[in-house]
């Protein structure tokens, strides 16, 4: 038996219909869009003003900053309008809605594409595959056009085979399955492997700092009693600075799964309500879909947040 699902044009489930219930909606998206378009301008000022945020990987983080900013400054403007009375979904905001939709199936995407390129690169330097890294950098248009070219790509196909309406703070596909089908699956699965990637990566760097430190115990019992000195960093040998070395990387490394971790979060009820409404043809309750809308719009302000903290960004402001 076949079963298969509308991609055609309709009343999004997610799309309140009371003014009362549009403004309050709305004005919360509102508000999270101007924390994202914060989050991601101090990103971007962040790159301009600090030299030592300037190298490879920070270009590329530049380009999910950008992102960000234009994707919560799209959805700035649609909450405005419906704040202020100019309903996205009304017949004569049909042009906006469309371009609204469009915008928005661009960089919500895009935005996937930035984080699994930065992924890809970072494990290539810290598993120190040279040829891998190297080539990156040298066809740095290769991980700039790959996200823009990728998410216009589907952000066409999505125009002229359904098209985009209200959904509420904003217009994207009213469609669940169509957002199902065309976001969340390629989404998780990109999740899916950075978990898998940087696990991998966690593991290689926890099992070579055992090795060092098992080197540095046998080389100090050997030394000891012989009058030489125990290795400090300084000593013969030479083992403990690579030791330390290690520390740093799988410090780093661990911090890296916050990445995954903070999206497998982020994008866990959004998800979670995409599968039940269209399994059940229902709408979620309109508290539960504001929260799930603001979850997707604070992807600015989470990425500012982790990587200010793990990429030196909020000590370079401080110092």
């Known amino acids: 038996m076949y079963v298969g699902f509308d991609i055609a044009p309709r009343t999004a489930l997610a799309a309140p219909t009371e003014p009362f219930i549009i403004r309050a909606q709305s004005a919360v998206i509102l508000v999270v869009s101007l924390l994202s378009v914060v989050g991601g301008g101090w990103m971007v000022a962040s790159f301009f003003v ?57 960089f919500v995407i895009q935005t996937d594409y930035w984080v699994f390129v930065i992924a890809v690169y970072t494990y290539f330097v810290l598993t120190d595959q040279k040829r891998c890294s190297n080539w990156i950098q040298a066809h740095p248009l290769v991980p700039w056009v790959l996200p823009w ?34 976001n969340f699956v390629p989404r998780w699965t990109i999740i899916s492997i950075m978990f898998l990637m940087y696990a991998r990566l966690y593991f290689l760097l ?65 998800t979670g309500i995409r599968i039940y409404q269209s399994a059940s043809g229902q709408s979620a309750p309109w508290q539960l879909q504001t929260v799930d809308k603001a979850c997707i719009v604070l992807q600015g302000l989470v990425d500012a947040i982790i990587y200010g903290a793990t990429e030196s960004s909020l000590s370079s402001w401080r110092s």
């Open 149 to 182: 070219v990728l998410s216009i790509a589907w952000a066409s196909v999505g125009l002229g085979v359904t098209g985009y309406g209200d959904i509420g703070a904003w217009c994207w596909f009213t469609s669940d399955e169509v957002r199902l089908l065309v």
């Open 50 to 106: 600090f030299s030592n945020l300037r190298s490879f990987r920070h270009q590329l983080i530049l380009g999910l900053a950008i992102s960000d900013c234009v994707m919560a400054i799209n959805f700035l403007l649609s909450s405005s309008m419906n704040v202020g009375g100019l309903w996205i979904g009304a017949p004569e905001q049909g042009s906006f809605c469309t371009f609204n939709g469009y915008m928005t199936q661009v």
């Open 206 to 270: 926890f099992r070579a700092h055992r090795r060092l430190v098992s080197l540095d115990d046998s080389s100090s019992r050997n030394l000891s009693g012989s009058g030489s000195r125990q290795l400090d960093g300084s000593g013969s040998g030479g083992r403990a600075v690579p030791a330390r070395h290690t520390r740093k990387l799988k410090r780093l490394a661990r911090l890296m799964l916050l990445y995954p971790l903070a999206y497998a979060v982020i994008w866990s009820l959004p």
